[in-house]
Structure formats: C-alpha cells, structure tokens
C-alpha cells in the first residue's frame, strides 16, 4: 500500500491546484537558492557518506525536500495558493519516504523536513501565506506522525499514519475548494461556509483514520480534539494580528494543555496526532497567524522525535543545568534571527540569493557548533525551545510561516545530525574553549560575508519574508 499513496497525494494536490484562481499579482520567478542548498547536501554527503553512516541517504533525501519546495514554488506561480494543495504535496513527499529501507528511514524522513523547510525558506513569496511554507509545514508532521506512529505502535497503519492522515486532509480541502471557487480567494483562506464544511470533513476523516483505520479510540479523540480547539482559536485570533495579546498566550497554553492531554493517551504519538490535527485546521482556513501559536506543541514534538531517535540523550536535559537553559534560549532566537535580518537587510536579485545561502549554511551547520560548546544538554535544550520561537512572533503580531517552518527545519536537523555528533558532545572544558574561539571566529567571517550581500531596507516589513 506504501507504493501508492505518494500517486494518490500528488493526484490531490494537482486536483487542488486546478480548482484555485491564477495567481493575482504573478509572483517573481523562483529563486536559485533551492538549487544550490540540493547541489551543496549531495556534494557533502557523498563526500562524507564513509565517515558518518547514513550521511548519503539523508542528504540524498534533503535535495529531495528541497527540490519539492522548488515544485511548490513553481505551481504557486501557476495557481493561487491553498492548504489542499499543500497538504497533497507534502503527504507525496513523505509517502516517499515511506519507500527506503527502514534501517535508515528516520534519517531519511528527517532529511526530506530539514530540505523542504529550507528550500521553502529560500523560494517563499512575499507574503504570509505561501504553498511552499504551507507545503513545509505539512511536511513536517506528516513525517513526524509516520515515525512517531511507527515507534508507538509497531504495526504496518502506525508506520505510514502520518501520511495517511496527510491524504485526508487533502480530500478535506480538495471537497472544501468546490463551493469556495466563486470568490476566487488568493490568499489561502476559505470562505465562511467551505470553511466550516473542511473543519466537518476533517471530523469525519479522523473517525475515520483513527478509530477505524487505525482501529484507535484515543487517536481520533485526540485529533478531533484538536481540530475542533483549532476552530475555535480561528474565529479568536485575527490573521490581521488586531487580536488581543493575551488571546494569543491563551492560545499557546490550550495548545500546551492538548499535548500534555494527548502524551497521557498515547505518549509522544499521541502529541503528534494533535499537532497534525491543528496544523491541518489552521492551514486550511488559511490563519497563519493563529498557527503561531501551535508553535510550543511543534517544539515538544520534535523533542519526541529526538527522545525517541536517541533515548540516552533526553536524560541530559536538566532545566537547573546552564548549558540547557543557554540551549533554550538559542532556540527561541536563533529561528527569528534569519526572518528578522532579510526584513531589514533586504537585497535583490543575486545579493538577495547570496545572503539567503549564508543564512541556510549557518543554520545547516549550527546545530553541529552548538553540540561543541554546550554538549548533549545544549542540544536538547535547543529542540525544546525551537517551538517558543513562534510564540515569540506571534506575540509581536507576526503572522508569516517563516519563523514556525525554519524551527522545524532546525529541530530536524538536530535530531537528524546528534548521532553523527558524539565525539564532540563530552569535550572536555579546554577543548571546549579553544573550539568557541574557532567558532566565534568563523561566525564573525559569515556575519561579514553576510553584510556583503545585504542591503538596508529603511522601512522593513517582518512579514515580508
């Protein structure tokens, strides 16, 4: 079953696509970026693929990702964006996946979310909803609910239920984008009444695949759950950002609330069927800003995915220990960090692209920096906080899907590299110092590098980006 869903997926999306308006301005053509980030993570894995194992099929599967971001930007130029169109792509992407041994299947479905979360990074439009942001997203919880699927249950429909979810959520929009084509909407959302009936489907179709498919009581109560709090939170928190403050932190804590309901039913798993649940809502009715908020839900899931991947590495995290609490704070910041300086230091045309690149090679290699200076405990930090960093944009009235995309790319990326990482996560203290000097040294050359192919923006605009 495994061979035909990436068909069916992609048979959604373009079933989606055809149903949208052209797009109205038409957008720019699509950056070169993603091209380079595949050519640079085949290069690398192949030329290291003898001394850390698995290093070739994960970045094999990064290019993968990042030329699926290409696709969705493309198609994007085409047809108006939508979240069934998104959903389709993403639900292909990880019904690859699906296909590799599963002797290093977890690397790959890692690699394919750190690619598709950059690539998409590198060829977004301009503007808060864009299908290759949304295609990412998606991308990321669909592989998480396959691996995490895989490790809770170990039966066949657990291994591939993230993706199998991610079909359903496309039949959900697909259905939806019928009675919403009159008013040609290029925005992502969905009017009033299409979009109650997706968050119908959506009902349906967890019965469906939870409590039948997956033979799940807990399942589809804990995704219907969601779907239904998710709703709720559309109609409270403005895209427009004109909600009120608290609102948002409310929001943040029903999302913390859910997962701590959802991990006491089926543990990480169950923490991931939520967060599919309210990726799909909010993607769907095309509320950016309200996905924000599901941020520290995303956070805690990718730390299943690390628990789970590396089980000795959790044990690390002890919030009174420093290097954990400097590891929380690099998360929080170092996804805004990107989003913030292209909005103000914004090039154009080669420059633009350049910088980019800087950009994903510095988050591409800071995970490995960070496991030198703060160790394994750093490292988990690290993926704990990642989710706050869109707590953080929300709260400043952000609303693009930037911030919430570049932390699942890093959370994957961490996850992915922290066993290629041991000889350098027990240095000892001098070996640490003299390594920060080198890394601190190297920083202030890309931060060079990087002000090269900037430009000043003297009226920057975050969401731009």
Not at 19 to 26: A, G, N, Q, R, V
Not at 41 to 62: K, S
Not at 308 to 327: C, K, M, N, S, W
Not at 399 to 423: E, K, R
Request: hydrophobic share 55%.
């Amino acid at each position: 079953m495994n061979s035909v869903l990436p068909f069916v997926a992609i048979a959604i999306a373009l079933a989606a696509l055809a149903l949208s308006s052209p797009p109205d301005p038409k957008p720019a053509k699509v950056s070169p970026l993603p091209i380079l980030l595949a050519l640079l993570a085949v290069a690398g894995g192949y030329y290291w693929r003898t001394n850390y194992e698995n290093l070739l099929p994960a970045a094999l599967a990064f290019a993968v990702g990042v030329v699926g971001a290409m696709v969705a930007s493309y198609a994007e130029g085409i047809r108006s964006a939508n979240g069934a169109a998104a959903a389709g792509f993403a639900a292909c992407l990880s019904g690859f996946a699906l296909w590799v041994d599963k002797s290093y299947m977890g690397e790959v479905q890692m690699g394919v979310v750190g690619g598709l979360a950059l690539g998409a990074w590198g060829s977004a439009r301009s503007k808060a909803f864009s299908l290759p942001l949304a295609t990412a997203l998606f991308g990321a919880v669909f592989a998480a609910g396959d691996f995490m699927g895989a490790k809770a249950l170990s039966t066949e429909p657990s291994s591939h239920w993230g993706t199998m979810a991610g079909l359903a959520v496309g039949i959900a929009g697909l259905v939806a984008l019928l009675p919403a084509r009159a008013e040609k909407r290029t925005d992502g959302s969905l009017p009033f009444l299409p979009g109650w009936l997706a968050v119908v489907l959506l009902l349906a179709f967890g019965y469906v695949v939870g409590a039948r498919y997956l033979e799940s009581t807990a399942v589809w109560m804990i995704f219907d759950g969601s779907v239904i709090a998710a709703a709720v939170l559309h109609w409270v928190i403005r895209p427009d950002g004109k909600d009120d403050t608290l609102a948002f932190l409310v929001a943040t804590v029903i999302w913390i609330g859910i997962a701590t309901l959802a991990f006491s039913y089926e543990k990480g798993f169950g923490m991931t069927v939520a967060a599919i649940g309210a990726v799909a809502t909010l993607l769907l009715l095309g509320n950016s800003r309200a996905l924000l908020s599901v941020g520290p839900l995303l956070g805690l899931v990718f730390y299943r995915v690390l628990r789970e991947t590396f089980p000795d590495a959790t044990r690390a995290l002890d919030i009174g220990q420093h290097y954990a609490v400097i590891g929380l704070a690099f998360g929080i910041v170092l996804a805004l960090l990107p989003v913030d300086w292209l909005a103000k230091r914004r090039g154009t045309g080669f420059a633009s692209t350049m910088g980019r690149l800087v950009w994903a090679l510095i988050l591409s290699v800071a995970p490995a920096a960070l496991a030198v200076v703060l160790g394994a405990k750093g490292m988990v930090g690290l993926v704990a906080g990642l989710g706050f960093a869109a707590l953080v944009d929300g709260l400043r009235n952000g609303s693009s899907l930037v911030t919430l995309v570049l932390a699942t790319a890093l959370a994957a990326m961490t996850t992915i590299s922290y066993g290629w990482l041991d000889n350098l996560l027990d240095m000892t203290r001098e070996s640490k110092q003299v390594a920060f000097y080198w890394i601190g040294g190297v920083g202030v050359v890309l931060a060079v590098v990087l002000s090269l192919f900037s430009k000043t923006d003297p009226t920057p605009e975050i969401e731009s980006q």
